[in-house]
C-alpha cells in the first residue's frame, strides 16, 4: 500500500488548526498560505508530493 501526501492539503490542515487556536493570527496564516502557493506554482511544483 502507497501513501502519498500532497503538500497544499496539509498546510491547508495546519492553517486551520492553528486558526482553531489562535483566530488573531488568521490574516498572518492566509498571507504565508497564499504567498507559498503562489510561489510553488510559478515554480511548477503544483504537484510536489512528500
Known amino acids: 500500500m502507497s501513501f502519498s501526501l500532497s503538500i497544499g492539503p496539509l498546510v491547508s490542515l495546519i492553517a486551520g488548526i492553528l486558526i482553531l487556536v489562535m483566530p488573531r ?12 502557493m503562489g ?3 510559478l515554480m511548477g511544483m503544483h504537484s510536489l508530493k512528500l
Open 25 to 36: 493570527l488568521l490574516s498572518t496564516i492566509v498571507a504565508i498560505y497564499l504567498i507559498v
Open 39 to 41: 510561489v510553488l506554482g
